[in-house]
């Protein structure tokens, strides 16, 4: 038993030294509560690593090995995407699974990955004939009691105290990095988990901005209205990065209804924040803990959706994304956020790619295929993903670099925008075209670019476009980008 005491002491210890990187303990100096909190969270994984062996070191080791683990990830998020793990990013685990590249993930199939595997695997036999195991002779009966104390704490985190323990401590919304510093990692994730699981949904100030936004009307508006979520543009000239001239939306931004920055909560990485936002026209601020993956609760807030206003005006709506389907469960999502129709990758051929993902061009004339097909009012809303990480040789044929890649998409970007607005443009009627940005790129590319939790977008209607309408930059948050196709869609 004094083994079994000291080794979770030690593990208690350790773990909390080495959850942030580098190692620090001043997840120590956090409210007391807090420190209930992330011990209840250490129990259940010492307890849950003692079920298996009943060797009580070994279940310090790998409790610790865990805590080191997403401290050193943590600490490589931060790096390239610039915010820390987060309690939602277990639910991308089964999407690494499946879409290794797009998380790096076929990087565990190397070499090293495997090697460091089987020296973990030779490590756990070693470590057994060297630790006896403390279960006693006979001790049979003692076998469920590990994983009745992990029952028992995983139950404790996920009552109702709990949860309003922690929102005592963090609030109605998140502040990540000063959270984490203040609780340390494990703390602040368990903290935001507990909090995002009883959080009222849609939230007061929520439900005050589905009140207010635009109302559609049959018989008004363009009878075309195109919106698309382009994968990590950002015009880079425009910030003083070496990066290509974007012709056609430096052009357009001329006659624009609006142009500039929008601003995303996300930066590298998490579309369906921006997505969420766009598509429910809801301050991001105002979901509470649901900023970090709004599509695990999305259903909540359907009645906010674009789709569904514009589907409820007379409008047809088609969903267009070149990708699996299943991505972010859109294939269930879609249908109930008001879109009728869904055209995913099967809609594409192999010759449509532009490096490893169906490239923006074919996009454009998918687009411009729904357009021509149309029978009456219709809004398309794409999500493009050529301009997707990760960048590095082997991607494009004859660059190797990944700055120099990026711009290569993002002049295919620029091309799809030049081909939709001249085609609206020959079109009797017009139509109603915004492009935003969901994100920057990683920073595994233009590190130093300036604010990077910021891309581009601009909206513009063929109808009444006139050079110098547009007049200086208006930067916006994201849901104010699709507030604002909301108003002009309702225009006569």
């Given at each position: 038993?004094?083994?079994?005491?000291?080794?979770?002491?030690?593990?208690?210890?350790?773990?909390?030294?080495?959850?942030s990187?580098?190692?620090?303990?001043?997840?120590?100096?956090?409210?007391?509560?807090?420190?209930?909190?992330?011990?209840a969270?250490?129990?259940?994984?010492?307890?849950?690593?003692?079920?298996?062996?009943?060797?009580?070191?070994?279940?310090?080791?790998?409790t610790?090995?865990?805590?080191?683990?997403?401290?050193?990830?943590?600490?490589?998020?931060a790096?390239?995407?610039?915010?820390?793990?987060?309690?939602?990013?277990?639910?991308?685990?089964?999407?690494?699974?499946?879409?290794?590249?797009?998380?790096?993930?076929?990087?565990?199939?190397?070499?090293?990955a495997?090697?460091?595997?089987?020296?973990?695997?030779?490590?756990?036999?070693?470590?057994?004939?060297?630790?006896?195991?403390?279960?006693?002779?006979?001790?049979?009966?003692?076998?469920?009691?590990?994983?009745?104390?992990?029952a028992?704490?995983?139950?404790?985190?996920?009552?109702?105290?709990?949860?309003?323990?922690?929102?005592?401590?963090?609030?109605?919304?998140?502040?990540?990095?000063?959270?984490?510093?203040?609780?340390?990692?494990?703390?602040?994730?368990?903290?935001?988990?507990?909090?995002?699981?009883?959080?009222?949904?849609?939230?007061?100030?929520?439900?005050?901005?589905?009140?207010?936004?635009?109302?559609?009307?049959?018989?008004?508006?363009?009878?075309?209205?195109?919106?698309?979520?382009?994968?990590?543009?950002?015009?880079?000239?425009?910030?003083?990065?070496?990066?290509?001239?974007l012709?056609?939306?430096?052009?357009?931004?001329?006659?624009?209804l609006?142009?500039?920055?929008?601003?995303?909560?996300?930066?590298?990485?998490?579309?369906?924040?921006?997505?969420?936002?766009?598509?429910?026209?809801?301050?991001?601020?105002s979901?509470?803990?649901?900023?970090?993956?709004?599509?695990?609760?999305?259903?909540?807030?359907?009645?906010?959706?674009?789709?569904?206003?514009?589907?409820?005006?007379?409008?047809?709506?088609?969903?267009?994304?070149?990708?699996?389907?299943?991505?972010?469960?859109?294939?269930?999502?879609?249908?109930?956020?008001?879109?009728?129709?869904?055209?995913?990758?099967?809609?594409?051929?192999?010759?449509?790619?532009?490096?490893?993902?169906?490239?923006?061009?074919?996009?454009?004339?998918?687009?411009?295929?729904?357009?021509?097909?149309?029978?009456?009012?219709?809004?398309?809303?794409?999500?493009?993903?050529?301009?997707?990480?990760?960048?590095?040789?082997?991607?494009?044929p004859?660059?190797?670099?990944?700055?120099?890649?990026?711009?290569?998409?993002?002049?295919?970007?620029?091309?799809?925008?030049?081909?939709?607005?001249?085609?609206?443009?020959?079109?009797?009627?017009?139509?109603?075209?915004?492009?935003?940005?969901?994100?920057?790129?990683?920073?595994?590319?233009?590190?130093?670019?300036?604010?990077?939790?910021?891309?581009?977008?601009?909206?513009?209607?063929?109808?009444?476009?006139?050079?110098?309408?547009?007049?200086?930059?208006?930067?916006?948050?994201?849901?104010?980008?699709?507030?604002?196709?909301?108003?002009?869609?309702?225009?006569?």
């Amino acid at each position: 038993m004094t083994a079994l005491l000291v080794a979770f002491a030690l593990s208690f210890l350790v773990s909390l030294t080495l959850e942030s990187q580098p190692p620090s303990l001043g997840g120590l100096r956090a409210p007391r509560r807090a420190l209930a909190i992330r011990l209840a969270l250490h129990l259940a994984l010492f307890a849950g690593a003692f079920a298996l062996s009943w060797r009580p070191f070994h279940a310090a080791f790998v409790t610790v090995a865990i805590a080191f683990l997403f401290g050193a990830g943590s600490a490589m998020k931060a790096r390239i995407l610039g915010e820390p793990v987060v309690f939602s990013d277990f639910a991308l685990v089964k999407l690494a699974i499946r879409h290794p590249r797009l998380y790096y993930a076929e990087k565990l199939a190397e070499p090293r990955a495997l090697a460091v595997f089987a020296g973990v695997a030779l490590a756990t036999v070693v470590w057994f004939a060297l630790e006896p195991s403390i279960l006693p002779p006979g001790g049979w009966a003692l076998l469920p009691a590990p994983v009745l104390v992990c029952a028992a704490a995983v139950l404790a985190l996920r009552s109702k105290t709990a949860s309003d323990v922690a929102r005592g401590l963090v609030g109605a919304r998140p502040d990540l990095d000063a959270d984490v510093a203040r609780f340390g990692l494990g703390a602040a994730m368990t903290l935001h988990w507990l909090v995002w699981r009883r959080q009222e949904r849609p939230s007061p100030e929520a439900r005050a901005a589905i009140a207010s936004a635009p109302v559609l009307r049959a018989g008004q508006g363009p009878d075309v209205v195109i919106a698309i979520q382009c994968e990590s543009f950002v015009d880079v000239a425009a910030r003083g990065e070496a990066g290509p001239e974007l012709a056609a939306y430096r052009a357009l931004s001329r006659e624009a209804l609006a142009w500039g920055r929008c601003r995303v909560p996300a930066e590298g990485a998490y579309t369906m924040r921006a997505e969420f936002g766009f598509l429910t026209a809801i301050p991001l601020g105002s979901v509470g803990f649901d900023v970090f993956d709004p599509y695990l609760v999305a259903e909540d807030y359907a009645e906010a959706s674009i789709g569904r206003r514009m589907k409820a005006a007379g409008r047809r709506t088609v969903f267009l994304h070149p990708y699996d389907r299943r991505f972010f469960a859109r294939d269930e999502l879609m249908p109930k956020l008001g879109f009728d129709r869904f055209v995913d990758q099967s809609a594409f051929s192999e010759s449509d790619r532009f490096g490893p993902y169906v490239g923006d061009a074919a996009v454009a004339e998918a687009i411009l295929g729904e357009v021509e097909a149309a029978e009456g009012p219709l809004f398309i809303f794409a999500v493009t993903i050529e301009n997707h990480g990760p960048w590095g040789p082997g991607r494009l044929p004859g660059v190797n670099d990944g700055a120099a890649q990026y711009a290569r998409h993002l002049q295919n970007s620029d091309r799809m925008i030049g081909r939709l607005a001249e085609a609206l443009k020959r079109r009797p009627g017009g139509g109603l075209l915004c492009v935003y940005g969901d994100h920057a790129p990683a920073r595994t590319i233009h590190p130093g670019m300036p604010d990077r939790r910021a891309a581009d977008y601009i909206v513009w209607d063929a109808r009444g476009a006139e050079a110098g309408a547009a007049g200086a930059r208006r930067d916006l948050d994201v849901d104010e980008v699709g507030r604002m196709v909301l108003e002009h869609a309702s225009l006569r």
